[in-house]
C-alpha cells in the first residue's frame, strides 16, 4: 500500500486545516524542543523519538527533554540516549525551552504531567502543539490533536505524519519508535486493541521494515534476575484476590523493593497479572514511594479503572489501564481500595 492509498483505508483525525496548520509551524521552527511525561513510558518515548526522527527527515533538529529517567529498555530507541533529562540537567532543559521557537508536547494532556518543566513551558512564547491521547486535554496549546479514543500516541502520531503526507518518509528505524509506543500501551494489543486501523497501521510499520519480534523481546520479555524474584516474590506473598468482588492487589513497600534491589522498571507489567486469573476483572498494583505511593491499574471489559483512579487515587488514564499517586501511607492507599469493593460492584460494570 503507497502514500495515495493508506489514507483512503486509514481513516483520517484531523481535519485539513489543522494539519496545514501544523505543517506550517514544522515548516517555520529551527529551534524544536520534544518534551513528554513523567516517568515516560514506551509511547512516550516512541512517539517523541518518531517525531525527532520525522523532523530530521524535514531538515529538521529537534531537542527530546524528558521530566526524569526514562525506562532502561526504552534507551534502545534511536535518539533515547540522547534526550535531556531535566532531573540531571535541569538548567539546560530550561534554557532548551525558552530558547524554542516551538514546542511539541507528546502524551500528556496537562502541563502537570511534566512536572518541574511546567513552569518554563508556561512562560515560553513559543507556539505549542499537543499530540496525546488522554481525556480532558487542557487548553495550553496553540494546536491540539487529541483523541482519547485512539489506543496509543503513536498511533495518533502515524495518523498526523499522512495526515502531512510525510508517510513516505517513515524509514526503518520510526517505523520502530511508532510500534514500541503501539505495543507497549496496549500490553502487545492485548487491551485497548479493538480498533481495526491499529492493524493496517502495523502492517504498514512492517512493511517499512519494523522487527516486531525484537520490539516484544526488548520490551516484554527481558528481565533482570532482580527482576524476576521480586515480581515472584510479589505474586507469592503479596497478592490479595478478592473473588466476590472480581478484584486483586499487590502492595509493596519500599523495604521490599530494595530488599530486591529495585530500579525503575522492575515492577512494569506486574499489575496485570492477576487478571489471568478466571472472575479477577481488575487489579491494583501499589508501590511505596518517597512521600506517596504509585498507583497503577488494569481491568477487563468495561471496568473503568480510569473513574477509579480519577475518582480516589490522583490520577486517570484509559478504561483498562490507569494510575495515579495517592498522598498519604501505602497501608491507607490499601485500605482505601479494600473499602471500595463493595462499592465497586454496583457503581461499575463487570467483564
Sequence with gaps: MRHNEETSVISQLIDDKTARTLRSLLDESDRIVILT??????????????????????????RIIIPDMMLASLRRLPGAKEATDATRYPDFAAQLIADADLIICLDFNELNRIGRLAPHVEKATAPKVLIDHHLNPSDFATVTISHPEASSTCYVLFK??????????????TAE??????????????????DPDIYIIVAELLRKGADKERIYREQFETHSANSLRLNAYALLNKMEVFEDAGAALIILTRAELNRFHYTKGDTEGLVNRPLAIPGVYYSAFMREEDGYVKVSMRSLGKFPVNELCH?????????????????????????LFRSLLETNK?????A
Design 177 to 194: 519508535c511508532i510500534l514500541t509506543g503501539m505495543m507497549t500501551d496496549t500490553g502487545n494489543f492485548s487491551y485497548n486493541a479493538s
Design 37 to 62: 511525561h513523567m516517568s515516560p513510558d514506551g509511547d512516550a518515548i516512541g512517539s517523541s523519538t518518531a517525531m525527532q526522527r520525522m523532523l530530521a527527515a524535514m531538515g529538521k533538529e529537534a
Design 346 to 350: 454496583t457503581k461499575y460494570p463487570t
Design 311 to 335: 475518582d480516589h487515587f490522583g490520577g486517570g488514564g484509559h478504561l483498562n489501564a490507569a494510575g495515579g499517586e495517592f498522598e498519604g501511607t501505602l497501608d491507607e492507599a490499601a485500605d
Design 160 to 173: 498526523v505524519f499522512c495526515a502531512l503526507e510525510l508517510f513516505s518518509d517513515i524509514d526503518k528505524k
